[in-house]
């Protein structure tokens, strides 16, 4: 084991030992797993109440200790019950450890004790600096991922250059940068809800078209700038009605528009298959999914155009 991963080790221990002692209970690292620039603790999530808060009070005081220069103890037993007779509150993997003929207690003075056949540093300073940066569920794990020595030095710097350039973005500097953020969530949480509302309000007010002859219903339109989320859910609602199709378009500030074809499970017709006959003819963009249901991306200056068509084609192919 190389001295990155034995740092990387050593710290995750005083890690963990810190963690025990904020959630005041016994934490089981199922696994650790060292990779060339980080490192990743997989942690039992049963019954734990974890947030980042807590992962940051414990990454403190990781490096308090550190900087203090703890010694790391090494102590050697038969068998892990003569182990944990000796050190009651004694943290291993006991799957693991239940039948080894020698059990390795690493001791991180004064802080944590555990079970562990790896290679440690002699002083917790050998690790130099510790950095959590990221905590995410796995399956029934925290995944906890670190970094260690100048490899946590580096992704510090690149973190403070990346709250600069949001500082910059946003128009807030360090102190004011996190109140300037929530206003502008709340902001967008305004001016989404109000978009949600035009939205509604619009695909509500939709006139359909009514075609005797192929005995079909047809609503289509081109919008402008509506919530894409909600015109999805409106075209899914319309399409359980009898003998619908929906055709919608809605533009934007960019060159291509979406588009979305889809028709009720009683008509006949095969919206992937138009929509790409209508390719054939000209160059429209491109799209895919079901008979029944397709998004694409269309050119917006002919959205207009492959409105009318895809609607005359579909008639056609009803009208046969």
């Known amino acids: 084991m190389d001295m990155n991963t034995s740092a990387a080790h050593t710290a995750e221990h005083a890690f963990i030992g810190s963690l025990q002692k904020i959630l005041n209970k016994s934490l089981t690292v199922r696994k650790v797993e060292h990779r060339d620039s980080y490192n990743i603790a997989f942690i039992k999530s049963s019954d734990l109440d974890l947030d980042f808060d807590k992962i940051v009070s414990a990454e403190k005081e990781v490096n308090r200790l550190i900087v203090e220069g703890r010694n790391i103890l090494h102590h050697s037993f038969s068998s892990l019950n003569e182990a944990k007779k000796e050190i009651p509150d004694l943290r291993a993997n ?33 690790c130099i600096f510790f950095l959590v940066t990221s905590m995410s569920m796995n399956g029934s794990d925290y995944e906890i991922r670190f970094m260690v020595g100048k490899n946590a030095m580096d992704e510090a710097v690149k973190i403070t ?56 219903t047809v609503i289509s339109k081109i919008l402008d700038n509506m919530d894409w989320r909600m015109v999805q859910t409106f075209v899914g609602q319309k399409i359980l009605e009898a003998r619908t ?17 889809a028709r009720s499970s009683d008509v006949n017709l095969d919206c992937v298959e138009i929509f790409e006959n209508l390719g054939k003819k000209q160059e429209i963009g491109k799209g895919g999914g079901k008979p029944n249901f397709i998004n694409a991306k269309i050119k917006k200056s002919i959205s207009n155009k492959v409105v009318k068509d895809l609607i005359s084609e579909s008639l056609k192919v009803l009208s046969l």
């Open 161 to 216: 250059e990346k709250i600069h350039s949001i500082c910059n973005e946003v128009g807030a500097n360090y102190n004011t940068v996190e109140g300037t953020i929530k206003k502008l969530h709340k902001e967008r949480e305004q001016f989404y809800d109000q978009s949600k509302k035009l939205t509604n309000k619009i695909l509500t007010s939709i006139q359909s078209q009514y075609f005797d002859k192929q005995s079909i």
């Open 245 to 261: 199709i929906v055709i919608l378009v809605n533009t934007d500030d960019y060159d291509l528009a979406s588009l979305v074809f």
């Open 94 to 126: 006991e799957q693991r450890l239940a039948y080894a003929d020698k059990i390795t207690v690493v001791e991180i003075e004064n802080h944590d004790v555990a079970a562990c056949s790896m290679e440690h540093v002699s002083n917790l300073s050998e």
